[in-house]
């Protein structure tokens, strides 16, 4: 069996992303955050209801919109991580910097 064959590709899903702006959140996220950078990420379901541990995600194809909101996508960086579940339309998530919630988004 080939190595292209063993190894499934990555799923890529398209997120909505609003930074935070108190003391907690990163002071210019659309002049600080590039693409390619990682952060960890928990995702919840559409309910609320936590459905992973933290995750690394990589964001990429940055689009800034008004103030602190984004579209981007995102991609789970380690290949044993299974995104089963987590990139459903509607999911929420959270990305953390330094044990900080920095940013919640939505899946669409």
Known sequence: MEKDEETAEKKI???FLIWESNKEGLRFPNLSVL???IFPACF???EGKPISTPICVVLENLKWEKGRRCRCTIQVVLDEVSEEGLF???NRLYLYH???KIAEGEII
């Open 13 to 15: 899903a398209t997120v």
């Open 35 to 37: 693409n390619g950078e």
């Open 44 to 46: 919840l379901n559409s």
């Open 88 to 90: 459903c339309p509607g």
């Open 98 to 100: 330094n044990r900080k």
